[in-house]
């Protein structure tokens, strides 16, 4: 496998749950791949697009958009839901760093993660419903390409928040600047084709995600784990179908 296919298909096997365990692994094939995550978002959508267009005109569209969550949860395995349960969990819970990072890293869920993704689900599956039907297949991918780029600049200028090896520390502070531009220009891209005068809003949702998430766990952190940068996805998700949904 080429470099270039090699590196597409870690981003796969770091972002969902597609059976890619015989990928060669090396120290630096995970930041090599960060460029990529939104191609995985992009596949992700599309793939949930397609339950959209087949199932649309015999399903209420509170049906069709449990069955895209549904799906796309099952996807990737459910990690984004985990990471936001557990950010939820220490930061609602602990007061310290060493108290917040130990509850992240607690596998039980608490009443804070709980309610954190009862109301990413409960989220999502509302502001889809609400989509306009005419731009539902847009803001469903542009969601989440953006969504898995807000990884980029969390693991480019963050570090990371624990000393041990671990998902987070692969990715914090080794996202270096050339793969930002490189998979900010892919994230770019296809938002631009798909949302046109609308993606602007899009985009800037995702930066403000991104941005303000970033500081509140250098704040609280120093840094990052990958359940914070999971956290990031589902906000950032969350944003995006927003402005979809928003009525002017």
């Known amino acids: 496998m080429t470099g270039i296919l090699l590196d597409i298909a870690t981003a796969f096997q770091f972002l969902t749950r597609l059976p890619l365990a015989w990928l060669p692994w090396r120290e630096d094939t995970l930041r090599r791949s960060a460029s990529y995550f939104p191609l995985v978002g992009m596949a992700v959508g599309f793939s949930a697009a397609g339950i959209h267009r087949l199932l649309s005109s015999h399903l209420p569209a509170a049906a069709v958009a449990l069955l895209i969550v549904l799906f796309m949860t099952l996807l990737t395995g459910g990690m984004h839901e985990d990471g936001l349960a557990d950010v939820a969990d220490g930061f609602g819970g602990g007061r310290e760093r060493t108290q917040?990072?130990?509850?992240?890293?607690?596998?039980?869920?608490?009443?804070?993660?709980?309610l954190a993704i009862v109301f990413s689900l409960a989220s999502r599956i509302l502001l889809l419903a609400s989509l306009p039907a005419e731009r539902f297949v847009a803001y469903l991918v542009s969601a989440e390409v953006l969504s898995r780029w807000t990884v980029l600049p969390l693991g480019a200028f963050l570090a990371s928040a624990r000393q041990e090896v671990s998902l987070g520390a692969r990715i914090a502070r080794q996202v270096s600047i050339s793969s930002l531009i490189a998979g900010t220009v892919l994230a770019l891209a296809p938002v631009a084709w798909l949302l046109r005068e609308t993606a602007w809003t899009a985009c800037?949702?995702?930066?403000?995600?991104?941005?303000?998430?970033?500081?509140?766990?250098?704040?609280?952190?120093?840094?990052?784990?990958?359940?914070?940068?999971?956290?990031?996805?589902q906000l950032a998700a969350i944003s995006i179908y927003l402005c979809g949904a928003w009525r002017p």
């Open 204 to 233: 800037l949702s995702a930066l403000l995600v991104a941005v303000c998430t970033g500081l509140y766990y250098w704040r609280r952190l120093d840094g990052i784990t990958g359940d914070c940068c999971g956290a990031t996805i």
């Open 100 to 114: 917040v990072l130990a509850i992240m890293k607690d596998s039980r869920i608490g009443s804070y993660g709980a």
